[in-house]
């Protein structure tokens, strides 16, 4: 079975009933994980970025706290794990903003947990990637937004 387009989709919820659009959105919470994270970040959250962030923030430190240090293989697993968690959120957010204040956090984070990123490039790769990724995020904002992150980004 071929998915319908984006456009398609979009003509067709149109021209449903409001009860029937909620009996959807209810089948799609159910069938994964993510719909029903997504949807709860839409329904409940979207209207109060700053808080949002906030909470995202307390789960990487708490992914932080669960660090193994002395395995650095271990430590490697779970810093892709609150990443992989940190980007997932940021893709609910579809906020560029949201996006550079979180990444430039977990690296912030990285840099104060005493983790040896020079000595292991799997690591450094993963550091300057998600620099990468923040660069990009940052020319994508306002000129005024723009310097100021481009501050906090010289210390990292």
Known sequence: ???????????????????????LCLRLAKFKKDNKELLTYLLFEASDL????????????????????????????????????TTRQIRYTGSPQAEVELLTYFLSKIRRSGIPIDKH??????????L????????????????DYEKALKDL
């Open 50 to 85: 700053a808080s949002y962030i906030a909470s995202v923030k307390k789960e990487i430190d708490l992914g932080f706290e669960e660090l193994p240090k002395p395995n650095i293989y271990l430590t490697k697993k779970s810093l892709r794990k609150v990443l992989r968690i």
């Open 1 to 23: 079975m071929k998915p319908a387009t984006v456009n398609e989709i979009k003509q067709e919820l149109s021209s449903l009933s409001p009860s029937r659009l909620t009996e």
């Open 132 to 147: 990468k990724k923040v660069r990009g995020a940052i020319a994508t904002l306002h000129e005024d937004l723009q310097y």
């Open 121 to 130: 490039p799997v690591l450094t790769n993963l550091y300057e990637g998600q």
